[in-house]
């Protein structure tokens, strides 16, 4: 979401009138360059705040993937590319942001035949999240040239596993999916989660564009476990001293194996 501000129009209003008054070129000029030094300098001329100006052709920007930003010490990305062209990308992209501007737009049109009206961004969540065809992260990452093993026969060796984990992750990045609580996993325990269990499931075909960013909360939860020895998602209040210290412990954030989240991909929202 981008606010729009006419700051400028209020810095230099008084001046402006008072130029069109009388004070020739030279008083025109020395009013602009107030102008120039009040903005955000902190020598008492008029404050525009740290607003940044939308530039023509932004919406270009989700081409070839979301834009994604990773801490200084991340893998390299380009040492994890997708197997497929910028071009190759670029068309994909086109095709699926086509047909879902097209769902959309079907949605407005139907809800004004109905003598209603809807928000786009309520047309575009109904169509992302009932109308949108069918697909699995893995046929997006495929799509992208991105090989996804199966989660019984990774990678042996631990480079190559560990080139083949964050090439996955740098393509659901591109695809606007990201990862988070994933610091309890070595990489072949993630990898293998990834590839048996949540590239898989079904999901909404929607290409990545600036309406939405998903996050994929990778936390393990604990079983909690009640008082007959049952193993589930069961609430009940302690009895005693002993059976809280047990319920807390149960409870206890997972071990910690590697400092990985801080270097993973988040939205780049510049």
């Known amino acids: 979401m981008i606010s729009c501000f006419d700051m400028d129009g209020a810095c230099v209003s008084r001046e402006d009138g008072a130029a069109a008054d009388g004070p020739g070129l030279d008083a025109r000029r020395a009013a602009k360059q107030r102008k120039s030094r009040g903005r955000g300098s902190g020598d008492g001329g008029c404050s525009a705040g740290p607003v940044r100006v939308e530039m023509p052709g932004r919406d270009d920007r989700f081409a070839l993937g979301a834009p994604s930003v990773v801490r200084q010490g991340a893998p390299d990305p380009e040492g994890h590319p997708a197997g497929r062209t910028d071009a190759e990308i670029r068309a994909l992209f086109e095709r699926k942001s086509r047909i879902r501007e097209q769902g959309i737009q079907q949605v407005l049109e139907q809800e004004k035949a109905r003598g209603g009206s809807v928000e786009r961004f309520v047309a575009a969540i109904?169509?992302?999240?009932?109308?949108?065809?069918?697909?699995?992260?893995?046929?997006?990452?495929?799509?992208?040239?991105?090989?996804?093993?199966?989660g019984d026969a990774l990678p042996s060796d631990p480079d190559q596993l560990r080139r083949v984990l964050w090439t996955i992750i740098y393509g659901l990045a591109r695809l606007g999916i990201f990862l988070t609580g994933t610091n309890s996993y070595g990489d072949r325990e993630l990898l293998e989660r990834l590839c048996s269990r949540v590239l898989v499931d079904e999901v909404?075909?929607?290409?990545?564009?600036?309406?939405?960013?998903?996050?994929?909360?990778?936390?393990?939860?604990?079983?909690?476990?009640?008082?007959?020895?049952?193993?589930?998602?069961?609430?009940?209040?302690?009895?005693?001293?002993?059976?809280?210290?047990?319920?807390?412990?149960?409870?206890?954030?997972?071990?910690?194996?590697?400092e990985r989240d801080t270097y993973l991909p988040r939205p780049d929202r510049r």
Not at 131 to 145: D, S
Not at 229 to 235: D, I, R
Not at 241 to 248: A, G, I, S
């Open 126 to 150: 109904r169509y992302d999240s009932e109308l949108a065809p069918r697909t699995t992260n893995r046929r997006q990452l495929l799509e992208l040239g991105i090989e996804v093993p199966a």
């Open 204 to 258: 909404s075909d929607i290409p990545p564009s600036g309406d939405l960013s998903e996050f994929i909360d990778l936390t393990p939860q604990p079983a909690a476990k009640d008082p007959d020895g049952l193993v589930g998602p069961f609430e009940y209040e302690p009895q005693s001293e002993d059976d809280e210290l047990e319920t807390r412990t149960q409870h206890a954030s997972p071990p910690f194996v590697v």
